[in-house]
């Protein structure tokens, strides 16, 4: 027997195995992925059992297998992933551009998660960082409105780069300097090495230079330019060191794995491939770190994508690929989705990858109750000790809550649960948990006047709100980027996906769902189907237009006989190769650019009509009149290896639509719950191999095989075809025949908390892709990379329904903003109308942040509000970037707007925000469509009470542990105005005073802030002291009273300059806030504003306060702010200007049993001469204080270092107009530290 191919995936689990048999039956396996009583490697085990099978002769284990049969493996694993988010990878160190040493460390400055005091990090994936003394930058500045030919013939130092773009080499390495450093690491024992050079994309040659060096050492050399050259230092340095983190680890799995091999993989007539990221196969030899972190998800994206596609139909599918821990999400159109850059563990990902989204819901997610809400995941009950019914002691999860209903029959199970793993799944503990839970939930709907539940009530509560947590990232992918998610096929795979693929699809309107028979391993089964892949790209600088086609076709031209060169040398007849040729296109101007792709042998000009498509279909609008710039060529070459290639479901079933299948009996009839309040009904059970094609199967039913079970709702039909089962939901209609989506049993005016959850989940999900929109729509750097920028819903009379955590300091602020709005301009709005807003007095915080306003009308009557609400570059005043640090009045910061019409009744949507709230008013009709009106505003209004509720418990315990009821600090500014707090605390009713008395006056200078900038503080770290997720709304603010002086420095005359108040004082009172709560110690305390010339705005990270169990971060965002800060290489490219330093200011932390973080150094120089600088910051004559003994964190330094060397101390707020060779240097804050240090 030859010709065997075989599939493997290897998850954390188990390790799905598929193989192919000439003239013989499909082998479908399962084994453990790790069980090292019987062997030691999963997939060895699983081609042993196949060669068995095969053969039937006994391989014996241990022994190196004869690979005769087998003419083909294909695998995917884990591996990488694991290890990436174990941080179980090779020691790794990473060689710089000098200054740079931190560039990783602080990477875009901002916090993982805005709300968490200790301001946790991941850990980076290396342990040594050498710099290198080298440099090249850019000649000339995209943002330059008068640029000049540049002649590179007379200065030795410009070069032209690989884009046609003239860079000048500031220093080239010292080959013997890095070889000395390169010998310390190896007397380290450091093998894997990172190689990061600012703009190498552009010119590679001193990362090769060096990278020469380090492997005639005998080092595993990564070069940052080689993996993946685009532009962005950051993205591409993570890739560059998760590579060398991983490939050691890949490579020796590799090896091990051949090692059980007679031969190993290189065996003659042996050909064994790797899943990539990006969905193609890679020989083994080439499979490395950075392209394993999807390969697992990546061969079921394949699986599913081959499989439920129809290419006549054109109807895209989504697929939901759900398992024990999480759920992956993706979607198929025809051709496969990459993204270029993404986060994965915490590590920014710069290289194709296919467009997963995951999701912490999967059978072993955790249920809970929390501050009166049904909430599942993140956390999971793992392997170990794993659901309850498992019989070890775990929690109540999703798969519990299954077989709670029935949804799993336990006589299909083998018995292996247990301490002694020889019993069937427990169905007596789960039912006791439940038990217990309903009990807990019940004594708080009791309490709050609420309908008391059922467990079969709490359960199916629990499903419905994990189908809604999985349903977020679908419509993420679908209705934010402008597709209508009820028009796709939802393909369920995965352990866990049969069982909630109804659930699911009735959650997204979907009307068929299609499940392959070999769903539970289709990640494997995939591997079966996928092409060999080998990709080519390159950096571009060119506008595209017919003048430069030549160039462009000669470019893609080479690029595509190299790929294609790269597939004939691994013996891919030429004809099974195709290519699909990438242009990235954006519009001059804007960072939003698209990969547009098209086949090889099409018109080139389509390009323009394709990109033009793909904008207005996601942005809703393009720009006619700009220039199409093309930032990168990519080839794709794609050599067809897989015989098998089966017929679409929808093709299978035309084939049998005439046919007339008798139903057989069932198997058995079992009690299922579908509904709460008619209990378990009678609900057939069959198994799938027993089912003929052609058979129809109405609802309800369970349809399993030895790997999954299948569940078909009583609205649903279950039809049986060759390789699939295709579900077909029917919808209600009302009497026009349309389609009534999902709704909610009639509740009077009584509140379900299962429904609240949903809909918290629901108005959060439409803030979010409202910030999603604005993203992507917008030209500024501000919004599109700073992200500072925030969206949310409002109620009627404009109070905060829900606000996605964009920026903290506008959190809470934006319902000023809206009330203020809907009280002037009541009974004067018309559907289409868009109100815009900047002033203090309107609820604003500064002048650039603007506010756009919408009301979403129902029926002739304002039912809702959403607004965005973004910081502008420029919006006039006395200092580009209009945050001038010497402002005395408002009118010296820009144009004020108390509240004006900027549409009437008309449609704008180009502009960013007014699109982003055009994506919210969207997206509220189709939740009022969804559910009725009056049912979504009695739980808008119910989820404001919960996050109410909420605050009031969090007091009330406060209240329980605190030595006395009143709470107090003072803080100083660096001017010494006073900021005075006193809280006082009632413990019966969960309400607090914050009182400000003894606050110092409106000072003559721009640090005041408007009283809307006090409230939003106060709700930032009411939520971070809860420490678990509420519902940020209105509700938040209603048990807490607020007392601010008239004319103080915190509530401001309607003149008084205010600039500084939104990114300087909102910090200190934040700091105030929590030293009154004895929470933390000071942060760094100033969002250190930097401004200059082409209206460029930056923010600066310092360090972090210190807590009683933590070390303050280094480096970060704190508090009010969570911006990022544009790339080293972006920021050079626009502007005219040399970063020479981006590092951690060491020291600069305060001391103490846990020290405070360490703040910034960034020393930028300017190249052009009259250049208008402005640095507004605090913590400049005051030092952020340490708490519960700790040392104060150093204070801050703003360095005009002039071109003849000389240097001046700018202090806290200046303005300067800076010459040719000028620096200025900022040294931010650290945080203070906590405790007293010990001394050892």
Not at 437 to 446: G, Q
Request: glycine letters at 10%; a negative charge.
């Amino acid at each position: 027997m030859t010709g065997v191919q075989i599939s493997i995936d290897r998850g954390g689990t188990f390790t799905d195995v598929y193989a192919s048999v000439p003239g013989k039956k499909d082998i479908v396996l399962k084994v453990l992925s790790v069980d090292p009583a019987n062997y030691s490697d999963a997939p060895t085990e699983g081609v042993r059992r196949v060669l068995e099978i095969v053969t039937g002769e006994p391989h014996p284990r241990g022994q190196p297998l004869n690979t005769a049969p087998i003419e083909r493996i294909r695998m995917g694993t884990t591996v990488g992933t694991n290890a990436l988010l174990e941080r179980k990878g090779a020691r790794s160190a990473v060689l710089v551009t000098q200054g740079f040493k931190d560039l990783l460390r602080i990477s875009n400055q901002s916090r993982p998660k805005i709300f968490d005091l200790t301001v946790a990090t991941p850990e980076l994936l290396f342990q040594d960082v050498v710099e290198v003394d080298e440099r090249i930058t850019l000649e000339g500045y995209s943002e330059n409105p008068y640029p000049e030919y540049i002649d590179i013939s007379s200065d030795p130092a410009l070069h032209v780069a690989l884009t046609g773009e003239v860079i000048r080499i500031l220093r080239k390495p010292d080959l013997v300097a890095v070889r000395e450093s390169l010998q310390r690491l190896w007397d380290l024992e450091y093998r894997s090495l990172s190689i990061i050079f600012l703009h190498s994309y552009l010119y590679p040659y001193h990362e090769r230079q060096v990278g020469a060096v380090a492997r005639d050492m005998g080092f595993s050399v990564v070069e940052s330019a080689a993996l993946q050259p685009m532009i962005k230092a950051v993205p591409r340095g993570m890739s560059a060191t998760a590579d060398a983190y991983l490939t050691p680890i890949i490579k020796s799995y590799i090896d091990a794995i051949s090692a059980n091999f007679e031969g190993g993989f290189a065996a003659e007539g042996l050909r064994c491939d790797f899943m990539q990221s990006d969905g193609g196969l890679v020989n083994f030899r080439s499979f490395s770190g950075l392209k394993s972190i999807l390969s697992g998800p990546a061969g079921g994206v394949v699986g599913y994508a081959e499989t439920s596609w129809d290419a006549d139909r054109k109807k895209a599918v989504i697929g939901f690929d759900m398992g024990g821990t999480s759920t992956d999400c993706s979607r198929f159109a025809g051709t496969y989705e990459h993204v270029f850059e993404t986060t994965t563990a915490g590590v920014s990902i710069q290289s194709p990858q296919l467009d997963i989204i995951t999701v912490a819901a999967g059978g072993g997610s955790r249920l809970f109750w929390r501050n009166g809400l049904f909430a599942v995941g993140p956390e999971s009950a793992g392997a170990h000790p794993g659901p309850a019914c498992y019989r070890k002691g775990g929690p109540l999860t999703i798969t519990d809550a299954n077989l709670f209903l029935g949804r799993i029959i336990p006589e299909h199970f083998p018995k292996i649960f247990g301490p002694n793993e020889d019993q069937p799944l427990g169905t007596g503990i789960v039912a006791e948990k439940f038990a217990e839970l309903t009990e807990e939930i019940n004594a708080d709907n009791k309490a709050n006047d609420r309908s008391l539940l059922t467990s079969q009530q709490v359960a199916l509560g629990f499903l419905q709100v994990a189908s809604e947590v999985m349903a977020r990232p679908i419509r993420a992918l679908t209705e934010a980027r402008g597709y209508d998610t009820s028009e796709h096929i939802l393909s369920c795979f995965g352990g866990a996906g049969g069982q909630h693929a109804c659930d699911v699809a009735s959650a997204l309107s979907i009307s068929e769902i299609v499940i392959h028979k070999h769903s539970s391993i289709l990640s494997a089964y995939g591997l079966s189907l996928a092409d060999l892949v080998h990709e080519v790209q390159r950096p571009a600088a060119i506008q595209f237009k017919s003048e430069n086609f030549e160039a462009i076709s000669t470019a893609l031209t080479d690029m595509s006989a190299k790929a294609s060169k790269h597939l004939l040398d691994q013996k891919i007849d030429a004809s099974r190769i195709r290519l699909e040729v990438y242009l990235n296109m954006r519009y001059e101007g804007s960072n939003s650019s698209f990969m547009v792709m098209q086949e090889a042998s099409e018109n080139l000009a389509s390009f323009k009509t394709l990109f033009e498509e793909k904008h207005l279909r996601e942005f809703g609008f393009t720009f006619p009149e700009k220039k199409i710039l093309i930032d990168d060529y990519r080839v794709r070459s794609i050599g067809a290896i897989s015989e098998h290639k089966e017929r679409s479901p929808f093709k299978q079933l035309q084939k049998v639509a005439d046919l007339k299948v008798a139903l057989p009996t069932p198997t058995s009839i079992v009690r299922v719950c579908f509904d709460a309040e008619v209990g378990y009904v009678d609900t057939s059970l069959f198994i799938l191999t027993n089912l003929s094609p052609g058979v129809r199967i109405p609802g309800p039913t369970l349809i399993l095989d030895d790997t999954q079970t299948i569940l078909v709702k009583p609205s649903a039909t279950a039809i049986i075809l060759d390789t699939t089962v295709l579900i077909e939901l029917r919808q209600n209609e009302n009497a026009k025949g349309e389609v009534q989506h999902q709704v909610l049993p009639k509740l009077g005016q009584t509140v379900s908390p299962i429904q609240l959850s949903i809909f918290g989940h629901r108005f959060m999900s439409i803030a979010e892709q409202m910030g999603r929109t604005l993203q992507k729509t917008s030209v500024s750097t501000n919004i599109k990379e700073r992200l500072d920028f925030s969206c949310a819903i409002f109620s009627p009379d404009g109070g905060l329904v829900a606000n996605a955590p964009h920026v903290p300091v506008h959190l809470g602020s934006m319902q000023f903003c809206v009330k203020h709005l809907y009280n002037e301009w009541r009974g004067r709005l018309e559907e289409g109308d868009v109100l815009i807003s900047n002033h203090p007095a309107s609820g604003g915080t500064h002048l650039p942040d603007i506010t756009i306003v919408t009301p979403v009308f129902d029926g002739g009557e304002i039912v809702f509000f959403v607004a965005s609400r973004g910081h502008h570059a420029d919006i006039g005043g006395t200092r580009p970037g209009s945050m001038p640090p010497d402002s005395k009045w408002l009118y010296e910061e820009g144009a004020a707007i108390l509240g004006e019409k900027l549409v009437s009744k008309g449609q704008f949507n180009e502009d960013p925000q007014v699109a982003a709230n055009k994506q919210g008013i969207n997206l509220i009709q189709i939740l009022i469509q969804e559910y009725t009106l009056p049912k979504v505003h009695r739980y808008m209004y119910a989820i404001q009470e919960n996050a109410e509720n909420a605050v009031r418990s969090l007091l009330k315990n406060m209240h329980a542990s605190m030595p006395s009821s009143a709470l107090n600090c003072t803080d100083y500014m660096d001017d010494g105005t006073p900021i005075s707090l006193s809280i006082e605390v009632d413990g019966e009713t969960g309400s607090a005073v914050f009182d400000f008395a003894g606050t110092g006056p409106q000072v003559y200078g721009n640090t005041n802030a408007p009283r809307a900038i006090t409230h939003s503080a106060i709700l930032y770290c009411i939520r971070s002291l809860v420490g678990s997720d509420i519902p940020l709304n209105q509700g938040c603010l209603n048990p807490i009273t607020v007392k601010i002086p008239d004319s103080s420095i915190l509530s401001p005359s309607l003149n008084a300059s205010v600039v500084g108040g939104n990114v300087l004082t909102s910090q200190r009172i934040t700091d105030v806030i929590l030293s009154a709560f004895k929470a933390t110690a000071d942060s760094s305390g100033c969002m250190n504003n930097l401004t200059f010339g082409f209206g460029y705005y930056e923010t600066i990270g310092g360090g972090a306060g210190a807590g009683p169990s933590w070390d303050g971060s280094s480096g970060v965002h704190t508090h009010m702010t969570n911006t990022r800060i544009t790339d080293p290489e972006v920021f050079e490219k626009r502007y005219p200007v040399l970063l020479r330093e981006f590092s951690i200011r060491k020291g600069s932390g305060g001391e103490g049993q846990h020290h405070g973080g360490d703040g910034i150094i960034r020393d930028i120089e300017f190249l052009i001469p009259g250049v208008q600088v402005s640095i507004l910051s605090e913590r400049r004559t005051r030092a952020p204080k340490g708490a519960a003994g700790g040392g104060h964190g150093a204070m801050g330094q703003n360095i005009w270092v002039r071109n003849d060397g000389s240097q001046i101390s700018l202090g806290g707020k200046a303005t300067v107009s800076f010459e040719k060779g000028d620096r200025i240097i900022i040294k931010t804050p650290g945080g203070g530290g906590w405790g007293t240090k010990v001394v050892a």
